[in-house]
């Protein structure tokens, strides 16, 4: 994690205006609270709570120093924002039309939400348990049109996604142990923002998608800004306090609302994993294989049920969200050009 620190001089108080910079946004809530904290803060210090007495920041050398750190700042936030809006079209032009296996090693949900430009649906939950069984911290069984999944007391999983996954089927456990499908989920999951969130953060650290708003650039922004209000505000304090509270609330709130897109290697990433998917398509034998399957196809049909193209092994184990089902089909053909 990164810190930047900026320091507010006004007179001879020396102010430290310390912000965190994460490749990951703060959690919504926290995000919201520094945001409407410090708005208020801000607009009461210049309407309710008066300033203190005898303390001026008229200083034209303090304003002029506010001016050369703000309004760079925001000159060169302008210009990163334009040049992310030029797209590379050669990051894909050597990726063939299809690959024998697959492009990475990436878990499920992490390729998920690269086929999904940012935005996993469900099939990374499917694609999640058939991992589990694969590397058999699960078991999967199939009898007649019965789905049937074991945990052991012991099972643990390699990142958050997985640990919530089996956390969640340890709840819906019938007596002996058993989870009993079709279909293994209810009509409605809570967890599933908690999931794609950890997929999203894992993808962001693999530098695989990218908020829309350069977030850590926004950051650093909202950083000077608030320097500057310190060298210009001291004397109302709410309205200082606010700056800072504000310049760590806002640019999380602002990159989580500005949604998600591939980074140049995420692109790349994807087209390959389109790639793989139209192979799978083209020659898998697995089409109608169910989940119980994978003790035999392995990552071919985990990453199968992810791309789209082991819908029976898929189907028992993906929950209904949100209808993001509905659109797969759609989707299907879209990706592989059917």
């Known amino acids: 994690m990164l810190r930047a620190d900026a320091t507010g001089q006004a007179y001879a108080h020396a102010v430290p205006v310390t912000v965190t910079v994460s490749s990951n946004p703060l959690p919504a809530p926290v995000a919201w609270l520094f945001t409407f904290v410090g708005a208020a803060m801000i607009v009461a210090g210049f309407t309710v709570i008066p300033p203190i007495p005898d303390v ?3 200083n034209t050398l303090l304003t002029v120093i506010a001016a050369l750190l703000v309004i760079p700042a925001w000159i060169l936030f302008i210009v990163v924002m334009l040049r992310r809006q030029r797209f590379r079209d050669d990051v894909t032009v050597d990726v063939p039309d299809e690959l024998p296996e697959p492009p990475s090693t990436h878990d499920p949900a992490v390729v998920a939400t690269i086929i999904g430009d940012g935005s996993p649906d469900p099939r990374a939950v ?3 348990v058939l991992e589990l069984a694969q590397r058999k911290v699960i078991s999967i069984g199939e009898y ?3 789905v049937v999944v074991q945990i052991t007391s012991d099972a643990r999983g390699e990142h958050g996604g997985e640990n919530l996954v089996l956390a969640e089927l ?6 002996g142990g058993d989870v009993i499908g079709p279909p293994i989920w209810n009509e409605r999951i809570g967890w599933w923002s ?3 969130s950890d997929a999203r953060s894992r993808a962001t650290t693999a530098g695989l998608i990218e908020t829309r708003i350069p977030f850590v650039a926004l950051m650093l922004v909202m950083i000077f800004t608030a320097t500057g209000a310190s060298l210009l505000f001291f004397e109302r304090i709410p309205v200082f306090v606010g700056s800072i509270l504000l310049a760590n609330g806002a640019p999380h709130l602002v990159a989580r609302t500005s949604g ?7 692109k790349r990433l994807q087209a390959a994993w389109r790639a793989f998917g139209r192979h799978l398509h083209r020659h898998g034998s697995f089409r109608d294989v169910g989940p119980a399957g994978v003790a ?6 985990v990453y199968g049920a992810v791309l789209g193209v082991a819908e029976r092994a898929a189907d028992p184990l993906t ?3 949100l209808g993001l089902r509905e659109r797969q089909a759609t989707e299907f053909t879209k990706v592989y050009d059917l």
């Open 260 to 266: 998600y897109r591939l980074t140049d290697a995420g």
């Open 194 to 196: 908690e999931f794609r």
């Open 144 to 146: 007649g049109e019965k």
């Open 296 to 301: 035999l196809w392995g990552p071919n049909l």
């Open 170 to 175: 340890r709840k819906i456990e019938q007596p």
């Open 319 to 321: 929950p209904r969200v």
């Open 126 to 128: 499917d694609g999640t």
């Open 56 to 58: 001026g920041s008229s």
